[in-house]
């Protein structure tokens, strides 16, 4: 069950964007698990991609064709099979799925990027794939973000799509994006998969910009398990279907930034919501830093330790595996006197030890939560970061034993 | 239930090391928890600590006493109650028992070492230790490192020893040691706690070098679960009440520090064969690597992966995840076309997919054992390293959600 999720409200279309699903058979026969996303000539597309060395085939491909710079038509997403870990021929199979979607909508082969998530090191049934993309095409519309979210589901309980509007300059704006992904999710790149389209009219530099300031503060900023997938990839489209534009120097960038912001923060939110086993949602929030950097260090220490997430699972306010992972951050010259941990609104750990006023029992009730807020002050700085986790549940142990990624 | 450890057999006593074991009830009253170690006048001791910045009283205290210089004449250590996160307070009472023991002993407090390990963030209860200090000294004798060993044991379900006799130089020479640990089991120093002696006569620069040779390839090489505690220490005591010498430049160096190797890699491969929740034992060897520090570094994206160690609990040969987790290990220009994957003596994966030879049958009986192999081969030099690890199973959430560290 996931902890919180909003529900999924108002998706506004994106004019130049078009999203058809269908099944394709490949692992679930019970539900759609192919995507097609198709878009407007001119669109701009920018994105960030896994950093794992074992790097997916589709992966490849696209990051290759998104080089080749001959302009994005369309995308093909498949869930059930990553194709990840097949070697040369999973790169051919990649490209046999572009060849034959560019065919039906008129397109190079190379204007398609392809995306797989699922299980690895199975070879991706292309044959099938084709099969499907008649269906997937005639199910083409601009008000279908839902259903795409649905179709590159995996281990996800529930569909991820958030949806903002806004105005720059007197023109409505348009941000809609859908993300998948519960497990082997660590930053050091996107979520697993997400794809952001807005209507204005973005240059691909600025577009580069945006992809990596919002992939910063949020895909970048949560972590499940520590596992960083082969397959991960962050799409942002920029139709320019809309009447407003985006330019690096307008002041629309920074509303804009802010805005997309607030769409990837809550989509990758969902993602740590949804995550495999959780039962809990954390906001670690570090401040006082010397450096975002060593913010983040210690707010992945926090989020990361298989100790403090089992704690949160039981409730438990164990202050010293807190302290120790703090102390695990490799800030080589922190002070452990100056640090100050509170739970909640709570001051709970100062001076190296327990807090004089601290009191177990209101302790306990802010682990009770469902809604946990870790804020570490460092009292070096003046920089902060938030990193956003989930507990570690018999659960989890339990969908990775079973489930074969 | 511990995975394969072998049966303690033979502890040789070391001359110039006597040990006593006293019930202190600090948390466990069934058991005895207070071990005091005395050395003979003249023995040399060198450790290493945990580099946790939130490192406990003790080892503050400890290290100060060992670099004071005026030797080392008892070893002090506590189960139950860790004295982490105790800030100023904990300092002055990891002293006070120091100050108490050497009162017995007729020593100076500063060449007394304390050492604790149990629940973080509760005040040693100092009254409780030096209560059972006289039944402490009462029991020294040189044939108790049996009760040595199970003194210091907290989540552990069996104690830990091991014994080496050697000849050098026509000489014979014993090492003998204890360690304990299960869980907040992760290298950057020792294990949680081990205490070897050993009666050659070594020089404290010697020692230095053979203590960080030792921990290097033993207690560095293992994980649990990715946590560094706040405790960690592994003293080597040298009484020199042998007849054998070991000198940096003698050919006892080499025959000594492998023979020690050998100690402290069976504690150190004991400790995660005891690893919370383990049902399995995996060796994860490294070769072909352009460094033994890029070998370590795949050998630990492997073993710190919750998701293939999940799948190790699960039988699954989840070489997806095996591939994902070496992808991982942050060695840029790592050529995944040049990696071979072998599980026991079965090459699985190569050219960066499924080996052609693969056999699911095969792979599934190979992870069925409760002793894996796990063999990757670089392909990018000649370096190599090891490293040990456990699976992660309910047992694991099941014992941190319940037990407070």
């Given amino acids: 069950m996931p902890v919180n999720i909003p529900p999924i409200a108002d998706l506004a279309p994106i004019a130049g964007i078009e999203l058809g699903a269908a099944r ?3 692992r679930n026969p019970e539900r759609k698990d192919l995507l097609a996303i198709r878009l407007a000539e001119g669109a701009q597309v920018a994105g960030v991609f896994t950093r ?88 083409l519309k601009e008000d279908n973000w839902l259903a795409a979210a649905e179709a590159i589901m995996t281990t996800d309980t529930v569909p991820k799509a958030v949806s903002r509007r806004l105005r720059l300059d007197g023109a ?3 941000i809609t994006g859908i ?44 972590s499940v398990d520590g596992d960083t997938s082969t397959n991960d990839a962050f799409i942002l489209m920029a139709t320019g279907c809309g009447e407003a534009s985006v330019t690096e120097d307008g002041p629309e960038y920074a509303i804009f ?30 401040e006082g830093g010397g450096s975002e950097g060593e913010c983040e260090q210690v707010g992945f220490a926090i989020a990361r330790s298989p100790l403090v997430k089992t704690a949160f699972f039981a409730s438990d306010p ?8 703090i102390g695990n951050a490799e800030i080589e010259d922190l002070d452990v006197a100056s640090v100050q941990l509170y739970l909640n609104e709570l001051l709970v750990a100062e001076a190296g030890g327990r807090s004089p006023g601290y009191d177990e029992a209101k302790a306990r009730e802010a682990m009770a939560g469902q809604e946990i807020k870790v804020r570490v002050a460092l009292g070096r700085g003046g920089a902060s970061a938030t990193v956003w986790t989930c507990d570690l549940s018999y659960e989890y142990v339990k969908i990775n034993a079973e489930y074969r990624t």
């Fill in 24 to 26: 394709a058979h490949i």
């Fill in 52 to 139: 794992n060395r074992f790097c997916a085939a589709p992966v490849t491909v696209a990051r290759r064709h998104l080089d080749a710079g001959l302009g994005v038509r369309a995308l093909l997403v498949n869930s059930g099979c990553a194709n990840a870990g097949t070697g040369e021929d999973g790169i051919a199979r990649a490209i046999q799925t572009c060849t034959a979607l560019a065919e039906h909508l008129g397109c190079l082969s190379q204007q398609v990027l392809p995306f797989s998530t699922g299980v690895i090191m199975e070879p991706l049934p292309v044959e099938r794939v084709i099969a499907a993309l008649p269906a997937c095409i005639q199910n």
């Fill in 172 to 174: 409505e704006v348009r």
């Fill in 179 to 222: 993300a998948k992904g519960a497990g082997m999710i660590h930053p050091r790149m996107a979520t697993m998969l997400a794809f952001i389209a807005t209507d204005a009219s973005v240059s691909r530099a600025v577009l580069d910009r945006l992809v990596s300031d919002a992939c910063r503060r949020s895909f970048n900023r949560v």
């Fill in 257 to 286: 930034a802010r805005a997309l912001i607030e769409v990837t923060g809550e989509l990758a939110q969902a993602i740590v919501r949804d995550g495999e086993g959780a039962t809990k949602f954390i906001t670690v929030e570090v």
């Fill in 318 to 325: 164990n202050l010293g595996r807190l302290l120790a992972a």
